[in-house]
């Protein structure tokens, strides 16, 4: 709810293959900025597509927060060649004009140009980014003190200190790099409780007379619920996607119609006003519990 605007660009100046790239969304205006979900963008199938990182800088003014907000997404183009990532659809509900307002970026084109790196290459730069380890460079000093030549014993110990320093940073990363290959074993064997815990979550803020973010918690849970079964980013779910996920796991079609009918209800809750969206708040999360019960 409020005023807002919506701008989709490509941060990087030239695409090739297996190198991360970045596709930015930035949301600009004043009204519920807490509120505004993580917007959904559909990249070209053959691109690995990682989660979105947000950032927020807005401040406080009389009529709500205002500022702006920037998803950033990564992805890998595997081969080169021409695509394009849709317009983006932003809605919000425009207190002056007294309706919900549909806000889209424009399409934007890729043209990617064949790489030097692998997928392999690619894949353990990501894994780096995201367990935060940079690579460790050792500058020798050109002019060592006589204590640090060669033979002496300050030399052996450092020597044998980094040979023990390199022993221990492969194993963690090998043990990492296997508990990375189950990650999606154990995230569709937890997905079911996970989305309990967070719908039970929901439930507390609904309590607490939170019934907006709660509803936004609700919609959260159940996009989480088919991200961790099928090992997608949420980014990328929309409510027809989720729809054709859950077909290919023998859900029953009642079953993801009515899953279809929660996301719509809740995208509407979430932006309707404060009373109207308590009283479908009860609805959806009685409804909420029918639906992880068949799911399980």
Known sequence: MGRFSVKGELLSPELRTNEPCTYRITVEGTGNM?????????????????????????????????????????????????????????????????????????PTKLHVLQGTRSAEDAEREMELRNCDIRPIIAEA??????????????????????AFIAFVAIKAVRKYMAAEADTVGRKRSKAIRTARKRIDAARRQLQAGEAVPAIGALRQALTGYVADTFNRPEAELTKETMSELLQTKGIAQDTIERFAKMIAGCDFARYAPQAQAATMAEELFAEAENIMNDLA
């Open 34 to 106: 807490k509120l505004i979900a993580t917007p959904s963008v559909t990249f070209p199938k053959d691109f690995d597509v990682y989660d979105p990182k947000t950032e927020e800088q807005t401040e406080a003014t009389s009529e709500g927060l205002k500022g702006k907000l920037t998803f950033d997404y990564t992805f890998v183009p595997h081969n080169k060649g021409d695509y394009e990532i849709p317009a983006v659809d932003f809605v919000y509900f425009s207190p002056e004009e007294n309706r919900y307002v549909t806000l889209s970026t424009k």
């Open 141 to 162: 000093d050109a002019q060592s003190e006589s204590v640090l030549a060669w033979g002496s014993l300050i030399y052996w110990i450092l020597h044998l200190l980094l």
